[in-house]
T-cell receptor, first 111, second 116 residues
């Protein structure tokens, strides 16, 4: 069964706000985590990843935080834009295995 | 980044027929490919793992005789949905990782199957 879940199924924000999407995982052996964005009818699009030896990683407008103590992953999107509206999935992986996906959070950005 | 291509992107078939979906890694050799299925408003669920030159490993609850997977080369894996039924209608997505791409997997754009 799924070992990764999400705290909130939907998130609505105003354009320009910061968004925080949360994820809980249960497999302590996972050593690699990824956030994906999926738009309707398309495959997952890589956003940012983090390995278990890190607790924070920043990209362009996005930051991923990893708290291994409580098995929690979050994605922060700065200055959210309408184009950020999509479903966001966290995924976990052990070396050499498939990615296991969480349930997904729908981000809705209104202008 | 690496490119994974799926074909067809959309397919409609009659119940009882078989449908083949192709997944190609365009600029790298994919020793391992993964097939996922996604129903509307749900997450991606792993169906099977295929390694080049060997039999696929199926997840619990996935019928191997119904979802035939062939990974005959380092750049191509195929998923054949045999004797398709309306409940097989779904979004099928492949992902691939190569020896030089530790960790990150690359996803195809998905194939929307509709069984009438």
């Amino acid at each position: 069964g799924e070992s990764v879940g999400l705290h909130l199924p939907t998130l609505s924000v105003q354009e320009g706000d910061n968004s925080i999407i949360n994820c809980a995982y249960s497999n302590s052996a996972s050593d690699y985590f990824i956030w994906y964005k999926q738009e309707s009818g398309k495959g997952p699009q890589f956003i940012i990843d983090i390995r278990s030896n890190m607790d924070k990683r920043q990209g362009q407008r996005v930051t991923v935080l990893l708290n291994k103590t409580v098995k929690h992953l979050s994605l922060q999107i700065a200055a959210t834009q309408p184009g950020d509206s999509a479903v966001y999935f966290c995924a976990e992986r052990q070396a050499g295995t498939a990615l296991i996906f969480g349930k997904g959070t729908t981000l809705s950005v209104s202008s | 980044g690496a490119v994974v291509s799926q074909h067809p992107s959309r397919v409609i078939c009659k119940s009882g027929t078989s449908v083949k979906i192709e997944c190609r890694s365009l600029d790298f050799q994919a020793t391992t490919m993964f097939w996922y299925r996604q129903f509307p408003k749900q997450s991606l669920m792993l169906m099977a793992t295929s390694n080049e030159g060997s039999k696929a490993t199926y997840e619990q609850g996935v019928e191997k005789d119904k979802f035939l997977i062939n990974h005959a080369s380092l750049t191509l894996s195929t998923l054949t949905v045999t004797s398709a039924h309306p409940e097989d209608s779904s979004f099928y997505i492949c992902s691939a990782g190569g020896q030089g791409h530790t960790g990150e997997l690359f996803f195809g754009e998905g194939s929307r199957l509709t069984v009438l």
